[in-house]
């Protein structure tokens, strides 16, 4: 059945119906009247509200409830049985779909009452709840004493607890310091040096080079921590000797070389640099920008299968090779001029010189090539590159190398260096990369290490000096964009550098030195071993192969401030032989062996060549010395 049909309203009943029903309900309410005023009030508990000794929520037991009970389920029968006495006969089936109507509605209503009644209820008891939770605490004071006591007494466990920590690890680091001083004093300290008898047992077998490099390392361990890891008795000195005499066996140096450089680092370095010398730099090659750029270039490469990469920041023209499927030095851009081999370390005069266009600038020893044609890169073809080479067979790489890169502002030339600037000065600019003892590129040439002497450090420098003063000469004091001079040299020694350049300080007072505007480099040496040089030197720069992975190279840059007084002389090569000789005869760099000449040797290699010109022209030396013997004879 549906709602509306439920809802609808029955037939309604007649008037004796309704006239009926009436009078019954009054009869019946006169009954109930009647029977509350014969019985007693009874409360809810079945307790009588009218006994005084009757106690409120006492329980009764459980015979009297069914009792009472029955009693009145009894009456209600009774007067059921009344009223349908007295009331008409109705028709049951009308009635009945009245009631179910009427009841129906009623539940439905109760249910919608129920829902509302139940929304306000969970509506008051967040409302209550909430303002419970937002409802201020109410305070005492001694809550706030009580706080304070707990936070004073934290703060006293606290401080506390902290020193007692402290008091802990303090101990423990005496107890640790007193272990180890304990150790020290029962362990004696390792044992490196060898004694006497096994030196002289060693020396008798062959050199086991796992056992010399393992000594050198446990050295090198002691020297950095001497205080702590030397053995009782031993000098410093001992470990040193023993290290230079190990690093001789190893990797094959002269004692004077491995002394000299050995002296110029910490021995942990030293040994990173002997090691470095024995592995070869990378390829470098440098492009031609007169030709093609970088990029160009090695996308070209790369095609051809070359793996190569740029060698880094600090140059915008170099390219480092690792393998190559064809030969770097005879490809077709090779023999074009779009690059040129060349080690990364011959970059950085060049950029340390920083040649400005149409300017006249003076390359003192430019053979091979690679600096002067580097210049002529930079100037881009502009100005005048006088490209100057004491030894004429040099100077065929030279010419080669000028033509194939297409430099064309370069002249080159075949003087004494030292002839400068009787020959020509005036220059904006001189480079000057003097010839030195190679000890920067061993790792290309390792005849340096048994090779070089005392005497090759005695006059080496001797050269490098007049040279320097030589460029520093040849340059114009009043040039608008230049004056500057680089010396240059492939060597690490002390001697080469530092010295050379303090003395041109000390002998040319209108120069002085500037940055050299490289970004990469460790400063010059100030002082060496008690040797105290000028302060401006930290401005000058070393290159080490373990550092920069370049050959070791030495660069330092001069600012002409004024003309020099040898400039009106122009002195020649000869002129300034002697004096350079006498001054290091005052200053007493060249003892007196070095300033003599050996007679005897002199005949002998006067001798020698005689002899080979002879037989140059098909005359035996020998028969001229037999015919010569009896004229003697008969004379």
């Not at 005023?37 to 508990?45: G, K, L, W, Y």
């Not at 008690?530 to 992975?549: A, D, E, I, Q, V």
Request: glycine letters at 6%; aromatic letters at 6%; hydrophobic letters at 30%.
């Amino acid at each position: 059945m549906g709602r509306v049909a439920r809802n609808k309203q029955g037939v309604p009943p007649t008037f004796e119906e309704f006239q009926a029903q009436k009078e019954a309900k009054e009869k019946k309410r006169n009954q109930e009247k009647r029977k509350r005023s014969s019985e007693p009030d009874i409360d809810r508990n079945g307790n009588s509200k009218n006994n005084k000794y009757s106690k409120k929520g006492s329980s009764s037991s459980s015979g009297t409830k069914k009792h009472r009970k029955n009693v009145v389920q009894q009456q209600q029968n009774l007067d059921i049985e009344e009223d349908s006495a007295d009331l008409p006969e109705v028709d049951l089936e009308a009635l009945s779909a009245a009631k179910k109507s009427l009841f129906d509605e009623s539940e439905d209503e109760e249910e919608e009452e129920e829902v509302g009644l139940e929304a306000d209820e969970f509506q008051d008891d967040e409302f209550y709840d909430s303002d419970e939770e937002n409802r201020e605490k109410p305070m005492f004071s001694d809550d706030d004493e009580d706080n304070e006591e707990i936070e004073r007494a934290n703060a006293a466990n606290m401080e506390l607890l902290s020193k007692q920590l402290d008091d802990e690890q303090e101990l423990e680091d005496q107890e640790a310091q007193d272990e180890l001083l304990q150790t020290n004093i029962i362990q004696p300290r390792a044992k490196i040096l060898p004694t006497e008898q096994e030196e002289e047992e060693l020396a008798k077998q062959p050199q086991d080079l796992t056992v010399l490099r393992t000594r050198m390392i446990e050295i090198t361990k002691v020297l950095e921590n001497f205080k702590t890891l030397s053995e009782e008795g031993k000098s410093r000195t001992e470990y040193v000797d023993r290290l230079l005499k190990d690093i001789c066996d190893y990797f094959g140096y002269s004692s004077l070389l491995a002394e000299k450089l050995f002296n110029l680092f910490t021995p942990s370095e030293a040994m990173e640099f002997f090691e470095a010398n024995e592995i070869a730099r990378p390829i470098t090659i440098r492009t031609n920008t007169l030709k093609t750029r970088r990029r160009d270039l090695a996308q070209t490469l790369v095609n051809r299968g070359v793996n190569l990469q740029p060698i880094g920041n600090w140059t915008k023209v170099g390219l480092q090779i690792f393998d190559s499927q064809v030969p770097i030095g005879a490809t077709p851009e090779y023999l074009a001029g779009h690059y040129i081999l060349q080690a990364a370390s011959s970059f950085l005069p060049v950029m340390a010189l920083a040649p400005q266009e149409n300017e006249r600038i003076l390359d003192m020893a430019a053979a091979p090539g690679g600096k002067t044609t580097y210049i002529s890169a930079l100037m881009k073809n502009t100005g005048c590159i006088f490209a100057n080479d004491a030894n004429k067979a040099r100077t065929k790489s030279l010419i080669a190398n000028i033509h194939r890169l297409g430099c064309t502002n370069t002249i080159v030339c075949n003087y004494d260096a030292r002839e400068f600037p009787k020959v020509i000065g005036g220059f904006d600019r001189v480079l000057l990369d003097a010839p030195c003892s190679g000890t920067g590129v061993i790792a290309k040439d390792e005849s340096v290490k048994v090779s070089r002497t005392e005497k090759d450090f005695i006059q080496i420098p001797h050269l490098q000096k007049q040279l320097l003063l030589s460029a520093i000469d040849s340059v114009d004091a009043n040039s608008s964009t230049g004056g500057y001079i680089v010396y240059s040299t492939c060597s690490v020694a002390v001697d080469e550098n530092e010295a050379v350049v303090d003395y041109a300080l000390r002998k040319r007072p209108n120069v002085k030195l500037v940055d050299t505007g490289l970004i990469i480099g460790k400063e010059g040496f100030t002082s060496y071993r008690g040797k105290h040089f000028n302060s401006k030197l930290n401005l000058t720069r070393r290159y080490y192969p373990h550092t920069y992975n370049v050959d070791g190279f030495y660069v330092a840059k001069f600012k002409k401030i004024a003309p020099s007084p040898h400039d009106v002389s122009k002195a020649g090569a000869n002129e300034k032989e002697n004096a350079a000789r006498k001054e290091a005869l005052e200053e007493g760099i060249i003892n007196g062996d070095f300033a003599e000449f050996d007679d005897q040797q002199d005949k002998d290699l006067i001798e020698k060549t005689i002899k080979r010109n002879l037989k140059k022209k098909g005359i035996n030396p020998n028969s001229l010395n037999s015919k010569e013997k009896p004229k003697k004879e008969s004379e």
